[in-house]
């Protein structure tokens, strides 16, 4: 079984940043792409940035620009780093994972039923 924790959520003002954490518990050894999303109250899920298991990365409109994601294999840790933070970024974070590598995703950010493991988010929330 596979568990995925977030941290690093919280308060920060205009302009900030912060840094999410998601550690990986359980076999990791077949997953495949691992993923950032968020949902804000009365709003859809939106993919934020994903790490595919060829390493390619993608990111979503909303954080383009100003966000960075990585792992640490060794930790069995997934990262973002988003900086430049609006208000309209304050949401729940979660990060997520594909069960299988031989799953191939052509939009892993927005083929979110593809995820078979998730979080259980982390907030976010931004003031201006």
């Known amino acids: 079984q596979v568990q995925l924790v977030e941290s690093g959520g919280g308060s920060v003002q205009t302009g900030g940043s912060l840094r999410l954490s998601c550690i990986i518990f359980?076999?990791?050894?077949?997953?495949?792409?691992l993923a950032w999303f968020r949902q804000a109250p009365g709003k859809e899920r939106e993919g934020l940035a994903s790490?595919?298991?060829?390493?390619?990365?993608a990111y979503g409109d909303a954080v383009k620009g100003r966000a960075t994601i990585s792992k640490d294999n060794a930790k069995n840790t997934l990262y973002l780093q988003i900086d430049s933070l609006e208000p309209e970024d304050t949401a729940t974070y979660y990060c997520?994972?594909?069960?299988?590598?031989?799953?191939?995703?052509?939009?892993?950010?927005?083929?979110?039923?593809?995820?078979?493991?998730w979080g259980q988010g982390t907030q976010v929330t931004v003031s201006s």
């Open positions: 997520a994972a594909v069960a299988s590598a031989e799953t191939a995703l052509d939009a892993p950010l927005a083929q979110m039923d593809e995820y078979t493991y």
């Open positions: 790490f595919d298991v060829d390493d390619t990365i």
């Open positions: 359980g076999d990791t050894r077949n997953l495949g792409c």
